[in-house]
C-alpha cells in the first residue's frame, strides 16, 4: 500500500521517498575516512572555536544566544519602523511614539548586556564565510 491507499508509509512516487534515498545514495558516495578527520585524541580547532561546550561558561552563552536573537528581532523592527517612516503611513504621532520606544528598547538591550558584562557588539555573532549576523552599528 502507499501514503494514497491512505496507510500513512510513503509510497515509491513519494517526494519525501525519493528525498530520503537521494540523501542515502549521496552519503554512500562519501564514505568517512579516518585520514578525513583531525587524529585520534586530537581537537579540531575550527570546531572549537565556535561550540564551546565548558559547563562554567554555558549560562553565559546561552544568555548570549538568547540576548543575540532579541538583538536581531530589535534591529528588524527598527528597520521595518524606518521603512514605514520613510512610505508615509504613519502619523507624527505614531512616528514619536514609535522613535521613542525603539530608543527605550536600545537602551534597555545594552542596559542589559551591561548587567551581564557583555557589550551590544559581543552579540554579533560570526557567522563564519557569510560574515557577522547583525550589520555594522553607526
Sequence with gaps: MTAADGDGAPG????LEAAAEAAARAFRLLPVEPADG???GARDHRVAGRINTDPDT????????????????????ERQ???RVDQGDLSEEDEERLGETLMVLHD???ALCESHG???????????????LLPPSG
Design 12 to 15: 515509491p512516487g513519494d517526494p
Design 38 to 40: 583531525p587524529p585520534p
Design 58 to 77: 554555558v549560562e553565559r552563552d546561552l544568555l548570549r544566544l538568547v540576548l543575540t536573537l532579541v538583538e536581531l528581532l530589535r534591529q528588524v523592527m
Design 81 to 83: 519602523a524606518l521603512r
Design 108 to 110: 534597555r538591550m545594552a
Design 118 to 132: 557583555l557589550t551590544l557588539e559581543d552579540l554579533n555573532l560570526d557567522l563564519g564565510p557569510l560574515g557577522p
